[in-house]
């Protein structure tokens, strides 16, 4: 069946480092891929998503590209900031089965430190 | 739009009693999801309605189980004898199209 993997946490970057994480996926079909984040003591937010091979996602300063030659959807940030400290959550959605749940990989803390 | 809201936010009951959660979805969303989440794990889909039929119920539901969302408004979750590994957190989403939009989650301790 369709899973996410993404790398393991807790991540922890100085301000203003470049982020990544890894991400990739099994599915068969054309499935929609995701990066959910969760702040402390909040609920899961969409921060970006892409649609069909290729598409890039962005959205504050975050990027991921689907890759379907590879199978990944690695998120990505130029210069992290203490406020984005949280919990990511890869995801995908459909593809041959179109079923319209979405499947979360384990989630990646990150800790930013001034 | 108020969002995704969830009552009660936290629960603490004994083994084998039973436990109802609510969910109020963004008006207008027809589709209502139900999630768990365990500690240091992603979401895992539970079910799925649009209005007021349930679609989808994933084998994790057990038999223990139910959900049902009258009038396809409000949804409702109920667990009937908890059991120590029903602790979780649960979480509601609702769409009306593409998006889920995902509630505070209802943080369910067994003991």
């Known amino acids: 069946g369709n899973s996410v993997t993404q790398m393991e946490g807790p991540v922890t970057l100085s301000e203003e480092a470049f982020l990544t994480i890894n991400c990739t996926y099994t599915a068969t079909g054309y499935p929609s891929l995701f990066w959910y984040v969760q702040y402390p003591g909040e609920g899961l937010q969409l921060l970006l998503k892409a649609t069909k091979a290729d598409d890039k996602g962005s959205n504050k300063g975050f990027e991921a590209t689907y890759r379907k030659e590879t199978t990944s959807f690695h998120l990505e940030k130029g210069s992290v900031q203490v406020s984005d400290s949280a919990v990511y959550f890869c995801?995908?959605?459909?593809?041959?089965?179109?079923?319209?749940?979405?499947?979360f990989g384990p989630g990646t803390s990150l800790s930013v430190i001034p | 739009d108020t969002g995704v809201s969830q009552d009660p936010r936290h629960k603490i009951t004994k083994r084998g009693q039973n436990v109802t959660f609510r969910c109020d979805p963004i008006?207008?969303?027809?589709?209502l999801y139900w999630y768990r989440q365990t500690l240091g794990q992603g979401p895992e889909f539970l079910t799925y309605f649009q209005n007021e039929a349930q679609l989808e119920k994933s084998r994790l539901l057990s038999d223990r189980f139910s959900a049902e969302r009258p009038k396809g408004s409000f949804s409702t979750l109920e667990i009937q004898r908890t059991e120590q590994g029903d602790s979780a957190m649960y979480l509601c989403?609702?769409?009306?199209?593409?998006?889920?939009?995902f509630g505070p989650g209802t943080r369910l301790t067994v003991t």
């Open positions: 989403a609702s769409s009306r199209s593409y998006e889920q939009y």
């Open positions: 008006s207008e969303h027809n589709r």
């Open positions: 995801a995908l959605k459909g593809g041959e089965t179109s079923y319209d749940k979405v499947i």
